[in-house]
């Protein structure tokens, strides 16, 4: 089975503090993929990444950036977090189909 | 970009009726519509999908069928059970941006014994 694990399942920041969101993949998939989904408006695509340090804007990447070193973990940073931050974040790969991991609620007070 | 919209937003129906949920999109150059499941605290699990070369695709109770000229897309639960009641999500993708998906914003569906 493929296996998107996600740094951490609830996360609490504060205004203005610099926050990393990690994912790792174990199926050495290409794709890969960070969305947030909050209520009314579904999942909207931040980055995605179609391979080793090479990413893509997806439609609302204001206020966030990538990392991809490695070819299993691909990381969403928040440069300086804000209250309109706060939501679910989901990690995804894809490889014939997208494999979702189980998300991170963060929290921005 | 892509816009994808879903209906219905909420959907009710008694065990063993059947439900339908509708999406359209607006890229004609999508040929990747996939439908996924949320159960309260878990990531989306795809349930089905179907690529634009066909038109209908089942898998046991659930059925997906495309109409390409009018780009629309559709899931078809029959029989359902009370553990079908999620949030099913339909999107579309084309493979030549790497799958990037644009989602509906989400059904709730609830299936009452």
């Known amino acids: 089975d493929v296996k998107v694990t996600q740094s951490s399942r609830y996360l609490v920041k504060r205004t203005g503090e610099k926050v990393f969101l990690e994912c790792v993949q174990d199926m050495d998939h290409e794709n890969m993929f960070w969305y947030r989904q909050d209520p009314g408006l579904g999942l909207r695509l931040i980055y995605f990444?179609?391979?080793?340090?090479?990413?893509e804007k997806g439609d609302i990447p204001e206020g966030y950036s990538v990392s991809r070193e490695k070819k299993e973990r691909f990381s969403l940073i928040l440069e300086s977090a804000s209250t309109n931050q706060t939501s679910m974040y989901l990690c995804?790969?894809?490889?014939?189909?997208?494999?979702f991991g189980p998300g991170t609620r963060l929290t921005v007070t | 970009g892509e816009n994808v919209e879903q209906h219905p937003s909420t959907l009710s129906v008694q065990e063993g009726d059947s439900a339908v949920i509708k999406c359209t999109y607006s890229?004609?150059?999508?040929?990747?519509f996939p439908w996924y499941k949320q159960e309260l605290g878990k990531g989306p699990q795809l349930i089905i999908d179907?690529?634009?070369?066909?038109g209908e695709k089942k898998d046991q109770r659930i059925a997906v069928t495309l109409n390409k000229t009018a780009k629309h897309f559709s899931l078809h639960i029959t029989e359902t059970q009370p553990e079908d009641s999620a949030v099913y999500f339909c999107?579309?993708?084309?493979?030549?941006?790497?799958?990037?998906?644009?989602f509906g914003k989400g059904t709730s569906l609830l299936v009452t014994p």
């Open positions: 179907i690529r634009s070369n066909v």
């Open positions: 995804a790969t894809f490889n014939y189909e997208q494999y």
């Open positions: 890229d004609s150059a999508s040929n990747y």
């Open positions: 999107a579309a993708g084309r493979d030549h941006s790497g799958y990037a998906l644009n």
């Open positions: 990444s179609y391979d080793v340090k090479m990413k």
